[in-house]
């Protein structure tokens, strides 16, 4: 079955007159022109002009899609890699709503909103790399190891590993403040939650890297004294719970 152009306007919500830009640029071609001159679309037109609301949906522009419409044929990995891109942008809108009702939730009861709360899921990659400076130049100067000078961070996968990160060490400090042994069931779960967290966002870590990881806490003093900072003795505790989890696995 063949559509006009307005047909497809239609169905799509796009004016006729965009259809028409899409058709100049080389972006969507109609199956074929009638004798009359009309534009007719088929069902492979629509899938493409799907494809292309999606990505216009993540702001991409129109050239950029072009070029990834054409260098990635396969509509079924297409759709994939647009639902990831989506998703990421849905629950980093879904922080900003969190913040905004917040917002209006302190201005309501006449309260200030805590200043680490007020910029929520605002986080851009030049404050990612400003934030990992100081680690950075550490990690370069003592052992010219420059792992976290990345290309491209990705702003919401790295919010999301750092929230999780802070909720893990809140936990085990609280653990070892309350007087929960290094080694009970209670610390081994907080572990397995933790590696399995990594493991999902692609860091392969098994108990013995975990081990391993916290005995560098332990050798070196930029980690020793962030650890410690945190509360006395965590950077011990959490070298001990470690060893104790990688014997029981």
Known sequence: MLYTVKEVSSLSGVTVKTLHHYHKIGLLLPRKI???????????????????LFYRELEFPLAQIKQLLEREPERLSVLKQQEELLLTRQNRLQTVIA????????MEKGESMDNSELFMGFAREEEWREALKEHNAHLQERYEFDQLELAQIEVQDMNEQARE???????????LQMGVM??????????????EFMNRHGHAVSAQDFVGQTRFFLSDSFHLQMLEGQQT????YLAAAAESYADMT
Do not use: P, V, W
């Open 233 to 236: 003795g965590l950077a011990y």
């Open 99 to 106: 913040t905004l009702r917040h917002s209006i939730h302190c």
């Open 182 to 195: 290094h080694n009970s069931l209670e610390t081994g779960q907080l572990i397995c939650n933790h590696l």
């Open 34 to 52: 009638s004798g009359a001159g009309y534009r007719l679309y088929g069902q492979e037109e629509l899938e493409r002009l799907q494809q292309i």
């Open 165 to 175: 990160a802070k909720a893990f060490m809140d936990e085990m400090a609280r653990n």
